[in-house]
């Protein structure tokens, strides 16, 4: 069966350090998005992508980095991890008609 | 005024009940509606798409409001599993991604 899928499920990290975090779907979807997940802010884009080579900045877009090389991923990458990224992170795939299908989700610790 | 406003609750009802959530938008170009569903420490799962005429699916209707630009949720009878967080979604407009409400957290208790 079609999938989206996310690695790691947990990861704990220290301040500084360059963090990736892989989203792969396989569902052929165009659209891929990272959001944040934060208590009291709901989920908060991060960046997307409507296909290969494109990307594009969302809300909370600082910090972070995306590169879209294929139709299936989406790595996030933290370049220099804060303790102010600790969050639980969604990455989510759409086709055309907006509906999007989240992966499981990352839980990220940055001590 | 927030893209997506939604009461955050919690709304405590008990099994049975009927309860209703409302969610208001501010894009008036807005086309395309969507409520999800997200459990304790889970991903959101899309619950169901909101149509212009409205629509149902077992217990659960959705609701358009262009005029005043809100959407509505409503579950009849509801279960001890519907105990979740519901978050309504909107397109802003062309071609930017979704934008999502923070959600209302409903507790259904025994």
């Known amino acids: 069966d079609a999938e989206i899928t996310q690695s790691p499920r947990h990861k704990i990290t220290e301040t500084g350090r360059q963090v990736t975090l892989a989203c792969h779907q396989t569902w052929n979807h165009n659209n891929m998005f990272w959001y944040r997940q934060d208590l009291g802010h709901g989920l908060r884009l991060i960046h997307y992508?409507?296909?290969?080579?494109?990307?594009n900045k969302g809300e909370v877009s600082d910090g972070y980095s995306v590169s879209r090389s294929n139709t299936e991923d989406l790595p996030l990458t933290l370049e220099s991890a804060a303790s102010s990224q600790t969050s639980v992170y969604f990455c989510?795939?759409?086709?055309?008609?907006?509906?999007?299908?989240f992966g499981p989700g990352t839980r990220l610790t940055v001590l | 005024r927030k893209e997506v406003e939604q009461d955050p609750g919690p709304f405590n009802v008990p099994e049975g009940a009927t309860v209703a959530f409302n969610c208001t938008y501010s894009n008036s170009a807005s086309q395309s509606f969507f409520w999800y569903r997200q459990d304790c420490r889970k991903e959101p799962k899309l619950l169901m798409s909101?149509?212009?005429s409205g629509n149902e699916d077992g217990r659960f209707t959705a609701q358009l409001n262009r005029a005043s630009q809100y959407i509505s949720l409503l579950i009849r009878d509801s279960k001890l599993s519907d105990s979740a967080t519901y978050l309504c979604v909107v397109d802003s407009s062309g071609n930017t991604p979704l934008v999502f409400g923070k959600g209302t957290r409903l507790s259904v208790i025994a």
């Open positions: 992508s409507y296909g290969v080579q494109d990307t």
């Open positions: 909101v149509y212009s």
């Open positions: 989510a795939s759409s086709s055309t008609g907006n509906r999007q299908f």
